[in-house]
């Protein structure tokens, strides 16, 4: 249980600003909080509301000088860690209060395995060499629970799956038994059911610890089940704050209920009836295949998409949900012919699985993708006009003013400005990148649009406008979707039919309403039960 008489960690009166060229941003302005010892405290708020820049303070791991605090102190066992040296604070950082970064693929060094880089953590804190180093490995990563412990010692972050890599931080953060763990965004791109994993996890080790957790999240699905305490911040500043009990149950401020309302709404009035079909998938097949021996000889496959069909009309969402390594974005990416497949697909009857990549170039202008990261699938050093434009160049004959004026209504369809087009992509936020990315694909008038998880790693409130945004731009073009996601309110607000995939196959295929009101597995029946919402 907290001890609300133990203070371990006390933020008074923070700043945070940042020098831009001339001009200087007030990032986070004067905010106060307390961590009592063996709590979870959630930050929760949208992207740019400052909660992690006002985390990343603590240990101070923001790009000094740039960064610099005007007013405020963070206090820690009578010291303020703001004022520390880099000497002093290399003997907390890591040692005492460790950080769970948002995705670990990124925090995660790709050259090194996994024995390496968690034996460095204990060779920096605990000085732990060789044997010892690796037999303390091996501990942490059996109770963070990661299957076949010893067999993943010398595997390479790649080789992880998702959630494994967020256990594998975890292991990283708890190898010097710190008293406060910051967890940003430690969830956000995980499946609902690794999701719930990874947090009863933490929530198993706090208790055997009694660590203090300031959980940082825009998910408050996971507040509600994992946080005694919620601080809301928005602008910089926390505009309420209390136990999470009463702050859920009963808002002070309208930014809080704000939060709490935005929610993925399902399209108003009765199931609409499709006729006009579009694509046609027939027993679409992924293996690949596995090679050993020195004639690299094939000796099994790997199953990603294992005898798929499917019927997508015009103006229809399907929706396809399953865990990390079902098969999902596969199938997409066989669907946008962008890597081999067996199997019959069909677009308006012409069979495609025949085409070659040439003779398959002009239906890839009514064939379009969406990918899940927006500002790793758009160039930075191309401008937004440039980027929307790319496809015209390839697909259509336009030039000029008339060009021009296709990018500008791209961009007006998806809710942005004209004046959007000569800037660049690190300038916009998160939602605004992903309405670019869709603006890309819409400039060709495609009649398909297949998403990869557009909306995982975006704020709640953000999901909500791309939802609605997406339901709009179907109404008014009847474009199909093949929506993939693990966020199931998403896809129960997009999708007028769903396929549950699990390793490779279909385990249950309905409509929406069968499929959430009844579902036919105990699997979907996991699924739902895992959305916290």
């Keep these: 249980m907290p001890n609300p008489q133990h203070v371990v960690l006390d933020v008074k009166n923070l700043c945070v600003e940042f020098k831009e060229g001339q001009q200087t941003i007030r990032a986070v302005r004067g905010i106060s909080y307390q961590l009592f010892k063996g709590e979870t405290l959630a930050l929760v708020g949208e992207s740019g ?43 907390v950082r890591g040692n005492k209060i460790s950080v769970i970064f948002q995705e670990p693929m990124s925090s995660l060094n790709p050259l090194h395995t996994v024995e390496r880089q968690v034996c460095e953590v204990l060779a920096l804190h605990l000085g732990l060499r060789k044997d010892a180093a690796t037999h303390r490995c091996l501990e942490l990563l059996e109770r963070v629970g990661i299957p076949n412990a010893r067999q993943r010692l010398k595997a390479y972050p790649h080789e992880l ?28 791109a995980l499946d609902v059911t690794v999701q719930l994993q990874v947090l009863e996890l933490l929530h198993s080790l706090q208790k055997q610890l009694q660590l203090s957790i300031l959980l940082i999240t825009h998910d408050l699905g996971l507040v509600k089940h994992f946080s005694q305490r919620v601080a809301v911040m928005k602008d910089g500043g926390i505009v309420e704050t209390g136990s999470t009990e009463q702050v859920l149950a009963q808002p002070q401020h309208p930014y809080t209920r704000s939060l709490i309302n935005a929610k ?43 005898g798929i069909s499917f019927t997508l009309h015009k103006g229809q969402t399907i929706g396809i949900v399953g865990e990390s390594g079902s098969g999902k974005t596969t199938l997409g990416l066989a669907m946008a012919k962008l890597l081999s497949y067996q199997g019959e697909m069909f677009y308006r ?57 296709a990018i500008k209504e791209a961009l007006c369809n998806v809710g942005l400005d004209e004046s959007a087009m000569n800037r660049y992509p690190h300038e916009f936020s998160g939602g605004q990148r992903q309405r670019i990315a869709i603006a890309r694909a819409l400039v ?34 009847h474009i199909a979707y093949l929506f993939i996601s693990h966020d199931l309110s998403v896809v129960r607000a997009l999708s007028h039919e769903i396929i549950v995939m699990k390793e490779g196959k279909v385990l249950e295929q309905n409509t929406t309403e069968k499929i959430f009101e009844s579902p036919e597995s105990s699997y979907t029946q996991a699924l739902i039960d895992a959305a916290f919402d």
């Design 49 to 91: 509301s400052g909660k992690s820049v006002s985390a990343l303070s603590i240990l101070k791991l923001l790009p000094y000088p740039k960064a610099r605090h005007p007013n405020g102190k963070i206090l820690y066992q009578e010291q303020d860690l703001l004022q520390c040296n880099e000497k002093d604070l290399r003997k």
């Design 161 to 188: 799956s998702g959630g494994q890599r967020q256990r594998v931080m975890i292991a990283m953060a708890l190898a010097s038994e710190p008293e406060i763990l910051i967890a940003d965004e430690p969830t956000t």
């Design 264 to 306: 993925p709404q399902p399209r108003e009035g009765s199931a609409p009836t499709f006729n006009e079909e579009l694509i046609r998938a027939k027993d679409i097949r992924v293996w690949f295949p596995l090679k050993k021996g020195l004639l690299n000889q094939t000796y099994d496959h790997i199953k990603a998409v294992d």
């Design 349 to 405: 009857n012409q069979q495609l699985d025949s085409l070659n990549q040439k003779q398959f170039r002009p239906y890839r202008k009514k064939i379009q993708m969406v990918f899940q990261d927006p500002f790793g699938s758009l160039s930075p050093r191309m401008s937004i006009a440039e980027i929307v434009g790319e496809g015209l160049e390839i697909h259509s004959p336009l030039q000029g003013e008339e060009k021009s004026a």
């Design 444 to 477: 060709l008038n495609p009649e398909v649009i297949i998403f990869d998880e557009p909306t995982s790693a975006l704020d709640r409130s953000v999901q909500v406008q791309v939802v609605e945004l997406l339901q709009s731009l179907q109404e008014t073009f």
